[in-house]
């Protein structure tokens, strides 16, 4: 992977310049009072913040997208962002438009303006190709305005959106101390792992995870992918298991998926591990385990079993890499966290390189004060999971497309 190639804030000049500077500060919110709930991704910008004390800062960021009910304003964001830096944070309510533009052009060194959601214009709600995002009004209002973009959102870089690509393609730009430290983690893993290497990937989503599967195991750079939410059981179905009434529904809407478990499955069957036991809830809201061989309940399965989280434990902590995205189980319910729980704290306990990313895996890592004992907490889901699925991403290739123009001007003023 390409993390050589663009340019970070060691090759730039900063001193009073107008920076634009691209986070992806996007968090979790409690839903009626819309206070954070988790600021892990607002206290990983704090070094990159630092380094541009000496500039004038503009940050932005999204926050959820249209139509969610976490789709806010920034203004909580400002304040939790005044907590961890030394610097005077002001916030504006406005993108673009006039008011933007006086206090960008206004803003002072040593002061960060936060802007307020930028998926509040409707251009940055689109994925287009590079060409495309240079023409929108957004790239046009805002990149006579700076000297320097920085990109420190990697967890949006999976994004071809104007402030991830058009942005960075209309000015000098690099990347943040955040998108290199995330890039190198990630990088680690594509190149030679130490091993064994074990995956542990679980959560509701299958369409990201398979793809990952694929090229880790193609590229053979994993010695065991351990399974656990809907994935576990697409590959059950695959390898021929019979689940509840209700898992069997959701697996006749999956057929595609399933028909490339198979075919993952023929080639790599001794890397794949299944569980051999699942977590329902009987009728009075009890856990119940079930082996996967006797007749499954009705509901679907919730959590994997106990005696397959021993088995999965015992693999991770003998490993000398660990991946883990996406939760075990639906770990928000009671009683049904276990192996979630089981798998991150027999991480702590490897003495490998551990990695964890995705929100839920993230948040549940915090809310357990155990996140300082990974040698990697990625504040990204999707990014994560495209890396390691063998995409490039848009927001990296832009940064690269900066660094060889900024080579052929030889821009000394940066
Ligand atoms: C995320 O949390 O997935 C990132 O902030 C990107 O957001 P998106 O998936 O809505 O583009
Ligand atoms: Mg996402």
Same mark, same amino acid.
């Given at each position: 992977?390409?993390?050589?190639?663009? /340019?970070?804030?060691?090759?730039?000049?900063?001193?009073?310049?107008?920076?634009f500077?691209?986070?992806?500060?996007?968090?979790? %919110?409690?839903?009626?009072?819309?206070?954070?709930?988790?600021?892990?991704?607002?206290?990983?910008?704090?070094?990159?913040?630092?380094?541009?004390?000496?500039? @004038?800062?503009v940050?932005g960021?999204?926050?959820?997208?249209?139509?969610?009910?976490?789709?806010?304003?920034?203004?909580?964001? /400002?304040?939790?962002? /005044?907590?961890?830096?030394?610097? &005077?944070? +002001?916030?504006?309510?406005d993108v673009i438009g006039p008011?933007a533009r006086?206090?960008i052009a206004?803003?002072?060194?040593?002061?960060?303006?936060?802007l307020?959601?930028l998926?509040?214009c409707a251009e940055e709600?689109i994925?287009d190709?590079p060409e495309k995002l240079l023409k929108t009004h957004f790239v046009k209002q805002l990149s006579p305005l700076f000297?320097?973009n920085?990109?420190?959102?990697?967890?949006?870089?999976?994004?071809?959106q104007p402030s991830i690509v058009g942005l960075t393609d209309a000015l000098?730009?690099?990347?943040?101390?955040?998108?290199? +430290?995330?890039?190198?983690?990630?990088?680690?893993?594509?190149?030679?792992?130490?091993?064994?290497?074990?995956?542990?990937?679980?959560?509701?989503?299958?369409?990201? @995870?398979?793809?990952?599967?694929?090229?880790?195991?193609?590229?053979?750079?994993?010695?065991?992918?351990?399974?656990?939410?809907?994935?576990?059981?697409?590959? %059950? +179905? /695959?390898?021929?298991?019979?689940?509840?009434?209700?898992?069997?529904?959701?697996?006749?809407?999956?057929?595609?998926?399933?028909?490339?478990?198979?075919?993952?499955? +023929?080639?790599?069957?001794?890397?794949? &591990?299944?569980?051999?036991?699942?977590?329902?809830?009987?009728?009075?809201?009890?856990?119940?385990?079930?082996?996967?061989?006797?007749?499954?309940?009705?509901?679907?399965?919730?959590?994997?079993?106990?005696?397959?989280?021993?088995?999965?434990?015992?693999?991770?902590?003998?490993?000398?890499?660990?991946?883990?995205?996406?939760?075990?189980?639906?770990?928000?319910?009671?009683?049904?966290?276990?192996?979630? @729980?089981?798998?991150?704290?027999?991480?702590?306990?490897?003495?490998?390189?551990?990695?964890?990313?995705?929100?839920? %895996?993230?948040?549940?890592?915090?809310?357990?004060?155990?996140?300082?004992?990974?040698?990697?907490?990625?504040?990204?889901?999707?990014?994560?999971?495209?890396?390691?699925?063998?995409?490039?991403?848009?927001?990296?290739?832009?940064?690269?497309?900066?660094?060889?123009?900024?080579?052929?001007?030889?821009?000394?003023?940066?």
């Amino acid at each position: 992977m390409p993390t050589q190639n663009f /340019a970070t804030l060691d090759d730039v000049q900063t001193k009073d310049k107008r920076v634009f500077l691209r986070v992806d500060i996007n968090v979790p %919110l409690d839903p009626s009072t819309h206070s954070i709930l988790d600021d892990t991704r607002i206290r990983a910008i704090s070094e990159t913040l630092g380094r541009l004390e000496d500039a @004038k800062v503009v940050l932005g960021s999204h926050q959820s997208r249209p139509g969610k009910d976490d789709f806010t304003s920034l203004e909580p964001h /400002a304040r939790a962002l /005044a907590e961890y830096c030394n610097q &005077e944070v +002001k916030f504006v309510d406005d993108v673009i438009g006039p008011q933007a533009r006086q206090r960008i052009a206004k803003a002072e060194p040593g002061q960060i303006l936060v802007l307020d959601n930028l998926r509040f214009c409707a251009e940055e709600n689109i994925d287009d190709k590079p060409e495309k995002l240079l023409k929108t009004h957004f790239v046009k209002q805002l990149s006579p305005l700076f000297d320097l973009n920085v990109n420190d959102a990697f967890a949006t870089a999976h994004r071809s959106q104007p402030s991830i690509v058009g942005l960075t393609d209309a000015l000098p730009s690099v990347a943040g101390r955040l998108m290199e +430290k995330e890039l190198k983690a990630i990088s680690t893993l594509l190149q030679e792992p130490h091993r064994p290497c074990v995956y542990v990937l679980g959560g509701a989503k299958v369409e990201d @995870k398979i793809p990952v599967i694929d090229h880790i195991l193609t590229r053979n750079k994993a010695d065991k992918i351990l399974l656990g939410g809907v994935p576990a059981k697409i590959f %059950l +179905k /695959a390898s021929g298991k019979k689940l509840s009434s209700r898992d069997e529904q959701e697996m006749a809407t999956l057929g595609l998926h399933i028909e490339t478990a198979k075919a993952i499955m +023929k080639k790599f069957s001794e890397k794949i &591990e299944t569980p051999t036991d699942l977590a329902y809830e009987e009728s009075g809201g009890q856990r119940t385990d079930r082996n996967i061989d006797a007749a499954q309940l009705k509901d679907s399965a919730l959590d994997i079993g106990v005696r397959t989280l021993e088995r999965y434990s015992a693999m991770i902590k003998s490993a000398s890499t660990v991946v883990s995205n996406g939760p075990l189980g639906v770990f928000e319910r009671s009683g049904f966290d276990l192996g979630t @729980k089981a798998i991150l704290e027999s991480m702590t306990l490897c003495n490998g390189y551990t990695i964890i990313g995705g929100g839920h %895996l993230v948040g549940l890592a915090s809310i357990l004060g155990i996140e300082s004992n990974f040698s990697h907490v990625s504040t990204a889901g999707g990014a994560m999971l495209s890396l390691l699925s063998g995409q490039s991403l848009p927001g990296v290739d832009a940064l690269i497309r900066a660094a060889e123009r900024m080579k052929k001007t030889k821009d000394n003023s940066l």
